[in-house]
């Protein structure tokens, strides 16, 4: 059921009273409010990390999660009461906020560990319809979750079936698509639908093929905001999307519009039986859902969708993961086009918010010290140990090291994201009314694919008219 929008602010305006600190407190100095998305397993595990800095600083902290993190925190904002840090989900709404001088820039420790260097974002207000930068960039953003994205998984028994290795090309990826294991046409593990938005995983679709096929020349300058959307590498970008699922089983691309990507992922292994248990599984949403898929086109952290939580903790040397047949290959080149190396990643990033009656105050504070000392804290080794620890160790970062510890599907993509060139997701990048329509335009494809010209004709207005100054601009890393 949705919600309106009066509901919405009105739930927003009851969480922010939570979160701000109350007048009535005891000792507010003392104490460091932290907001962000994470709810469930996600909660308990980041809270874990927040206990944990909090034995090492004596600094306490409060945490509330909301998954609507843009709208809770412009309720926040125009009452004057944000959080004193939050972590946001994607990074589309970091240069409103630089623009505004609603972030306090980052200083100390974690501006001169060389570890959280390729964590920290740095960006430079902007202003005028140009959208040129107004200054020098400063550090405002630390990225402290990441997942990788641009690889598709499947399962290395299935694949032995269908005997082909993992593709190192595109033509051999849509060749796979059209062979049979076990009598049925290999098929996609593809839900559109979400809880928070549908039509993302189409989007992460949409920008994997782009940077395979077209490269950064092209792939930069259109999450920038300098690439028309009916220009021929964007539209070739679509066009070639739909040839492969149209390759693919029958009916996988209608499908997908009714299945949510978590239902799509649990075809991708088979569920062993509890031993023991009579309980039967959850039923699935639609008979659609249930059926067996064979690739996997999504960022690592559908790898707890694939594996069934551990029913005790998980021991160090397995990371609790049972023997499953898991793998991934990353998207392979389209073309000529050299970009194997290249990733799409999506980051949750840590900010400092200051106080909007007075930021040069705010940058001195006492509390702001004690933020500083956690976003260090969130950057750090030690906190990125607590987080596997509690994540059954799914957790990575952009940080250069990787545990000992890891079995062999963690410590592969921690491998890539430490020596693979790391591009953001484009959509992660974009303002939220171009990203909210680049969504909605993937699951009117799926369902029409013969209106692409007016779809991309519409997407190329919004563009035009989103204000120059709200474009992010960063840019492809490669590794250290």
């Not at 069934?308 to 392979?332: D, E, I, N, V, Y």
């Not at 779809?455 to 709200?470: F, G, H, Q, S």
Request: charged residues 20%.
């Amino acid at each position: 059921m949705k919600h309106s929008t009066r509901t919405a602010l009105a739930m927003a305006t009851v969480l922010i009273a939570g979160v701000a600190l109350s007048g009535c407190s005891v000792e507010p100095t003392e104490e460091l409010t932290v907001f962000a998305s994470w709810a469930g397993d996600e909660e308990v595990a980041f809270k874990a990390v927040l206990e944990d800095f909090e034995k090492r600083s004596g600094i306490r902290t409060r945490y509330q999660g909301h998954r609507d993190v843009s709208q809770v925190l412009q309720v926040a904002i125009e009452r004057g009461r944000p959080p004193d840090v939050a972590v946001l989900p994607r990074v589309n709404d970091l240069q409103r906020y630089v623009n505004a001088d609603q972030l306090v820039p980052l200083e100390g420790a974690v501006t001169t560990d060389p570890g959280a260097a390729p964590q920290l974002i740095k960006l430079a207000p902007k202003s005028g319809p140009a959208g040129a930068p107004d200054g020098d960039a400063l550090p405002y953003a630390v990225a402290i979750a990441t997942s990788l994205k641009s690889v598709i998984w499947y399962d290395t028994k299935q694949l032995e079936k269908a005997g082909q290795g993992p593709p190192t090309t595109w033509n051999e990826l849509v060749g796979l698509s059209q062979r049979k294991i076990d009598d049925e046409q290999v098929r996609w593990c593809l839900g559109m639908s979400s809880q928070s938005v549908s039509g993302w995983p189409g989007t992460d679709w949409i920008e994997d093929i782009l940077l395979h096929q077209s490269g950064p020349t092209f792939y930069e300058p259109w999450t920038r905001g300098d690439l028309a959307w009916n220009s021929p590498q964007v539209k070739a970008a679509w066009e070639t999307w739909g040839s492969l699922l149209r390759v693919s089983a029958e009916g996988t691309a209608r499908a997908s519009l009714y299945t949510t990507f978590e239902t799509a992922a649990k075809g991708l292994l088979p569920r062993p039986e509890a031993s023991g248990s009579s309980a039967s599984p959850p039923a699935e949403p639609a008979a659609s859902d249930s059926r067996r898929c064979h690739l996997d086109h999504q960022g690592s952290f559908a790898i707890s969708k694939y594996r069934p939580k551990p029913s005790a903790k998980p021991s160090p040397t397995a990371s609790g993961s049972p023997a499953l047949s898991l793998a991934f290959f990353p998207t392979p080149p389209i073309g000529p086009t050299g970009t194997s190396a290249f990733s799409e990643v999506s980051d949750d990033v840590a900010v400092m918010f200051g106080d909007p009656k007075d930021p040069e105050r705010a940058k001195d504070s006492k509390g702001t010290e004690r933020a500083r000392k956690l976003m260090s804290y969130l950057a750090s080794t030690q906190a990125q140990t607590e987080w596997r620890e509690h994540t059954d160790g799914l957790a990575f970062s952009r940080r250069g090291e990787a545990p000992a510890d890891q079995d062999g599907v963690l410590a592969a993509v921690a491998q890539r994201l430490r020596t693979g060139t790391l591009c953001w997701d484009g959509s992660d990048l974009m303002p939220a009314a171009m990203a909210t329509a680049f969504e909605r335009a993937v699951l009117v494809y799926l369902e029409a694919p013969e209106r692409l010209d007016s779809l991309l004709l519409e997407l190329e207005k919004i563009r035009t008219t989103v204000p120059r100054a709200e474009w992010l601009n960063l840019m492809c890393v490669p590794p250290a």
